[in-house]
């Protein structure tokens, strides 16, 4: 698809690398290709990037001076967004709601939050969703935008239109079984869907296979409104909801144990938000012989607002 005619601000460093894994392939008795988006420079990385470069040249081409956007606490959105509004010379507003029942000065105040202040962004925390729509509308001005959770409107969802075209390139004509990839708000998975038709295992991190689903039919609806094309069937995207556990932002023994074995095996540290949950969901759903891309979405700070368990399970 061209995607030429759309506003986009470099943001990120791409291609970004494809890994032949081969430790972590032997253990697992698959081969194993992760897409390193969690290694493209702004803001420590991560796919939030890819769609930023499209929602921020829209808001910029609009005359915005100001970026308002939402998260959990942990956000690796708003930690992106945050970054890529000091590049640009954007204030950036970050709206966050406790949708995860942690607490302590590791969640509340580490990790990405840390982050989100060293970029400069203004941080509210609220305790309701409607506090949060609140809190936007009374932060909204004339020259703001303000951005869906995890950016995943329709313009972001070009973001993983475009990485679905740089894989394709990557993998040169290479054979692949499917894509493995966490999703939360949709826009990922909907935009490889969109760019490559190859079978894609989404695996949920914040709701049940059906809800999951739902997010990235509708994100997919969105982009396709953006494209101009009728909106897509996406009878190759399986909703995986195994590794889900208790809820969104609470790792299970599995999480930390998919954690432990990328790094161990390969160096590559996963979060234990989204990646490791994906991961989670590859090592009991892998199939012998078959050949996986694992796409590496980032949130590697979030292991820092989980710092009490992660310093147990590290040692592990």
Known sequence: MDLSTFPRIPLGTWPSPLDDCPRLSATLGAT????????NGLGLGGNKLRKLEFTLAAALAAGADTIITFGGVQTN??????AACARLGLRCELVLTRDVPLTGFAYDRSGNVALDRLFGARVHVCDTDEEAAYT????ATASSVTLPVGGSSGLGVLGYVAAAQELREQL????????????????????????ADIPITAVSVSRDAEGTLGKIEAAAGLAAEELGIDEPKLHHVDVDDSALGDGYGLPTDEVWSALRLFARTEGIVLDPVYTGKAAAALVTGVRPGETVVFVHTGGVPAVYGYAPDFVVEAGR
Request: charged residues 25%.
């Open 32 to 39: 194993v290709l992760v897409k390193r988006d969690d290694v």
């Open 172 to 195: 040169d004509g290479r054979r692949i079984d499917r894509i493995v990839c966490g999703s939360g708000s949709g826009g990922t998975v909907a935009g490889l869907a969109i760019g």
């Open 77 to 82: 959105h708003g930690r992106l967004t945050a």
């Open 136 to 139: 936007a509308g009374a932060l």
